[in-house]
């Protein structure tokens, strides 16, 4: 009777993970990273879903009831840390070890994460640019990389070829990801505390308006998509295939550039509810805002080129000094615990 209960909570488990990555990331992104789990490559590129993916992995005995280290470093791999909560609700009998974000990673090598860093430093452009010097027509990074991996253009054993061709064609965050030292690549893969500040789009003081209020010709489409998809504002989420508005992607892509979060948006005086673990990152949303420039950056997104003075003579973004301050002390404060 035990056997059966463990067997079916295993069952609701695949169901629970599969969903979540089905619906939250690129399946190429999976397929990256299990490489070297799933010897069968037609196989591994034949997967539409994810659960095709977890049978390849229990047939071959890497994932199993009493063996899920590889579940737990594909969350940590893949950053979808909201998958632990989806599975304590839907199944309640599961119970995650104790502080296991904070554990070594045992299934992935150093090199395949940074393969997975790798994909997540290369925007669309940086895409199109490898894509086109290796005669390529890849739509996402994930499929890029495996790609240049089938044909040995990327391998460990030659991986500086590879990030010297990156550094002619002036990808730095490409070359970052990997060259950057291990320590700090592994430290970015943990779930991290994070802290957020309001980042609020307001009138300057003696503007000839009296109302604070944005303008509906501006704001009102922004408003209108951030809310419909605001479940999606996690940056782990972003890619999601339920969001194609560009100015959606547009405004949220603006922030995760800073490293930080869009996590929630307040009508009237726009409100952006923005979070990092990075004190780096926090400490660069605070530059950005007091130099003018995401009020400018806004502006070049929400408003036509010819009115974009008169908004910006009225418009400023504000930030809270000492809830900067305080979010930043609690991010110092955590780094030294790590």
Not at 5 to 23: N, P, T
Not at 72 to 100: M, N, R, W
Not at 183 to 198: A, N, P, Y
Request: net charge negative; with cysteine.
């Amino acid at each position: 009777m035990e056997t059966s209960k463990e067997e079916k909570a295993f069952a609701d488990l695949k169901m629970v993970v599969s969903e979540w990555f089905d619906k939250n990331i690129d399946i190429n992104m999976l397929k990256v990273l299990y490489r070297d789990h799933v010897g069968n490559t037609f196989a591994l590129h034949m997967a539409s879903e994810t659960m095709d993916l977890i049978n390849m992995l229990i047939s071959f005995g890497d994932l199993s009831p009493t063996n899920l280290n590889l579940l737990y470093d594909t969350i940590k791999a893949t950053q979808q840390f909201g998958l632990e909560e989806e599975i304590k609700k839907q199944v309640p009998s599961f119970h995650f070890p104790e502080d296991i974000w904070n554990n070594d990673f045992t299934e992935f090598t150093p090199y395949r994460l940074r393969l997975v860093q790798l994909g997540l430093s290369l925007n669309p452009d940086d895409v199109k640019k490898l894509s086109k010097r290796y005669n390529g027509k890849h739509k996402d990074s994930w499929s890029l990389i495996m790609d240049l991996e089938h044909k040995m253009i990327i391998c460990e054993k030659d991986i500086d070829s590879f990030t010297q061709m990156l550094k002619r064609l002036e990808l730095k965050r490409a070359v970052i990801a990997l060259t950057e030292d291990i320590s700090s690549v592994l430290l970015t893969f943990r779930k991290r505390h994070r802290e957020g500040v309001k980042v609020t789009v307001k009138r300057k003081r003696g503007s000839s308006h009296l109302d604070d209020q944005p303008n509906p010709e501006c704001f009102d489409p922004l408003l209108t998509e951030l809310h419909k998809y605001k479940k999606y504002f996690a940056a782990s989420n972003i890619n999601s295939k339920e969001i194609f508005t560009p100015l959606l992607k547009e405004v949220v892509s603006l922030f995760q550039n800073y490293s930080s979060n869009v996590d929630d948006i307040e009508k009237g005086c726009v409100v952006f509810h923005i979070s990092t673990h990075d004190p780096d990152a926090l400490m660069n949303l605070w530059e950005v805002h007091s130099s003018g420039k995401l009020i400018r950056d806004l502006a070049g997104m929400l408003v036509p080129e010819k009115h974009q003075q008169e908004f910006l003579d009225e418009w400023m973004t504000c930030i809270d000094k000492n809830e900067y301050e305080a979010a930043l002390r609690k991010l110092k404060e955590e780094g030294e615990k790590m």
